[in-house]
């Protein structure tokens, strides 16, 4: 079965930095569009960001523009999040997501639609 495997999470300051990594096994994603939802305590998943396939497309919920940038290894199967200036509301659970759809619709329908996911990684933001 088709796993993400997600790393990189950790404690980090406020205006501190950190590089998600989201591996996929198993299979290839040859022709998805990847991205990463978050999760906070008693919240919703939300969308964060998206890219497409080929990589030239990239979408962003409005709280991170600026300050997170999406990209992806399709040679290695990985897809990144650097994540500069982190902020304490940033803080969740950081997951790994991918549809055969397009990156565009990952960023608008959310997370329906998404045909895997991986575990999670926690980020924690001290203030």
């Known amino acids: 079965q088709a796993q993400l495997v997600e790393s990189g999470g950790g404690l980090v300051q406020a205006g501190g930095s950190l590089r998600l990594s989201c591996v996929a096994s198993q299979r290839t994603f040859s022709g998805y569009a990847m991205g990463w939802f978050r999760q906070a305590p008693g919240k919703e998943r939300e969308f964060v960001s998206a890219?497409?396939?080929?990589?030239?497309?990239?979408y962003y919920t409005d709280s991170v523009k600026g300050r997170f940038t999406i990209s992806r290894d399709n040679a290695k199967n990985t897809v990144y999040l650097q994540m500069n200036n982190l902020k304490p509301e940033d803080t969740a659970v950081y997951y790994c997501?991918?549809?055969?759809?397009?990156?565009?619709?990952?960023?608008?329908?959310?997370?329906?639609?998404?045909?895997?996911w991986g575990e999670g990684t926690l980020v924690t933001v001290s203030s």
């Open positions: 890219i497409s396939w080929p990589g030239s497309a990239t």
């Open positions: 997501a991918a549809t055969s759809s397009f990156a565009r619709r990952m960023a608008v329908a959310g997370v329906s639609g998404i045909n895997y």
